[in-house]
């Protein structure tokens, strides 16, 4: 005899908690605050810019091979100590570059950074969500993405002003040391990996049984095995569309110099990368909600549709500031789906079952996708001699993500739920 329960455990909340120390801490304080040290290191020791951001294309590409590596052994171990010790290792580096005089060092830093990140920059929170939340996992996402952006809205002025007063090096330490004292704390303390682990049930349960003896049934995961997915063409579209939303988000470092060259100004330009970032946070809230409400497929259209919006209106703006900012805000929703849409999308098309392994590809693919964007626009630029054919292409994309993301969302599940429906024929 069984009873029902509803609600699931609360513990998932603390994952949340636990999401916001091993990944909206490292990226947020230092990660998205990584362009503040740029100048002070090359007029320091007189380094060209190539030597002072080496490590900023290295961390991109080794994150990309490791990341399949990452995925296997968060399946197969606790992730606990794994996200424990990336974030550790991550920290101390950067608190090393402190005190890193030469440009080897700056690279062996991304070197690091590359391998620790391919553990909690893209895959470890989609994982623990994915398993920890079975109603409201958008909204989770939405939140944790929305402290990283607040948190790095908060952390670029203040270590501005450390540089400023104290000087890159103290800067730099002492971000470091306060990200790495927090992440690590909130990592250890708080990750889990599953509910089934700690006996309780994923948060949002509706029908979870009780067996007479009072032991807690647990909720049966379903999803595709990384073998089913590689079947399906709605993996590897799914592996392009987190690229080409990484390419849009990184197309934002690009406004400032179109706005500088152009009629609206180095003054827009500055004004649209603070209305990016605000459109980014209410994005993230916004998307992860509509996610829960509407469903992936209807939220991965608005976003591919707000991108693609955003942009062209920006480009038709001339010296219209108004106009140029409103495409910003719309450009800003679109650049927050990178971390909702895209691993939402994974959960809806191939389940939760092995999500670490199967979403380690697509992370993998947002990784490569980052290391050619800057190249690829700066290759444009020096190829034309302006920044418009780039503003098309990235358009273009955003209308590809809006044609793709509903066959994911119906093409995936197949691949799985139909070996699953044989397989109870055969029971049956």
């Known amino acids: 005899m069984t009873t ?14 636990a999401c916001i120390g091993f990944y909206a801490l490292p990226v947020g304080i230092i990660g998205n605050t990584s362009g503040i040290f740029i100048k002070p290191v090359m007029d320091e020791f007189g380094w060209t810019r190539t030597e002072a951001t080496l490590y ?17 052994l968060m399946a197969k171990y606790n992730p606990r100590w794994l996200l424990t010790a990336s974030v550790l290792v991550y920290g101390l580096a950067t608190i090393w570059t402190a005190y890193a005089d030469q440009p080897w060092q700056w690279a062996a830093y991304g070197v690091i950074y590359g391998i620790s990140c391919a553990f909690f920059m893209f895959l470890a929170a989609p994982t623990l969500i994915s398993a920890w939340f079975a109603k ?3 909204l989770a996402m939405g939140i944790a993405g929305g402290v990283l952006s607040g948190t790095a809205a908060l952390a ?14 103290y800067a730099r330490l002492w971000m470091g040391v306060v990200m790495t004292i927090f992440a690590t704390l909130l990592t250890v303390i708080f990750v889990r990996k599953s509910p089934a682990s700690m006996g309780v049930l994923p ?10 003896d009072g032991a807690t049934a647990t909720v049966v995961e379903e999803g595709a095995t990384l073998g089913q997915a590689k079947k399906s063409p709605a993996f590897y579209l799914l592996m392009l569309v987190g690229g080409l939303f990484v390419m849009g988000a990184a197309f934002f470092q690009q406004i400032p110099s179109y706005a500088a060259n152009g009629d609206l100004g180095a003054t827009a330009g500055a004004m649209a990368v603070s209305i990016i970032m605000i459109g980014s946070m209410v994005g993230k809230f916004l998307l992860g909600w509509l996610s829960d409400l509407l469903g992936t497929k209807t939220t991965g259209i608005i976003a591919g549709v707000a991108g693609a919006a955003g942009l062209t209106l920006a480009f038709q703006a001339g010296s219209n500031t108004g106009m140029f900012y409103l495409g910003m805000g719309l450009f800003g929703i679109a650049f927050a789906a990178l971390t909702i849409v895209t691993p939402m999308l994974a959960r809806q098309a191939f389940g939760t079952m092995h999500y670490s392994e199967v979403y380690s590809w697509v992370s993998t693919s947002i990784l490569v996708f980052s290391g050619l964007a800057a190249l690829v626009y700066a290759q444009i630029y020096d190829i034309t001699g302006s920044l418009s054919p780039a503003f098309i292409l990235v358009i273009v994309f955003y209308l590809v993500i809006a044609l793709a993301v509903p066959y994911i969302a119906s093409a995936g599940p197949k691949v799985w739920k139909t070996s699953t429906a044989k397989q109870e024929e055969l029971v049956g």
Do not use: D, R
């Open 156 to 169: 670029s002025p203040i270590g501005q002003s450390l540089i400023a007063n104290h000087g890159w090096q």
């Open 4 to 17: 029902k329960q509803s609600k699931g455990s609360s513990y998932a909340w603390l994952i949340l908690v």
């Open 56 to 72: 900023m294309t290295l961390q991109p590409w080794v994150g990309a091979l490791f990341t399949p590596l990452a995925g296997k």
């Open 136 to 138: 409201g996992a958008g």
């Open 203 to 212: 948060w949002g349960a509706e029908t979870v049984a009780k067996t007479t």
